[in-house]
């Protein structure tokens, strides 16, 4: 389960599926399981779409939504947080560090 969890788009919940469905036990290392084991784990990796695929797919998401200019787009175009979060103080990870105010 551990190693499945750092390919990008597979978390524990997601890996432990992936285990059950290849019938191979999620508690073992991958060291210890044979090569018909990983076949069947790579078949059920391959039924997701993980890795670039996914972050292509994201980021074409974001595209759209920018190309649209509905509200979303705009805040992602402006580097604000989306979902109704205060801006007037915190929202710091989203907009980045501070600029100073120049008098």
Do not use: W
């Not at 788009?9 to 059950?20: F, K, M, S």
């Not at 019938?23 to 290392?29: G, I, L, T």
């Not at 018909?36 to 078949?43: G, T």
């Amino acid at each position: 389960v551990i190693a499945l969890t750092s390919i990008y788009g597979i978390g524990r919940t997601r890996a432990q599926e992936i285990c059950d469905a290849a019938q191979v036990a999620p508690d073992r290392k991958i060291m210890q399981l044979t090569e018909e084991e990983v076949e069947k784990l790579r078949a059920e990796v391959a039924k997701f779409s993980v890795e670039g695929d996914l972050r292509r797919e994201v980021s074409m998401n974001i595209k759209r939504l920018m190309d649209l200019g509905c509200n979303r787009g705009i805040r992602h175009r402006r580097g604000l947080p989306l979902r109704g979060q205060r801006t007037r103080t915190n929202a710091r990870t989203r907009k980045g560090p501070r600029k100073p105010i120049k008098k």
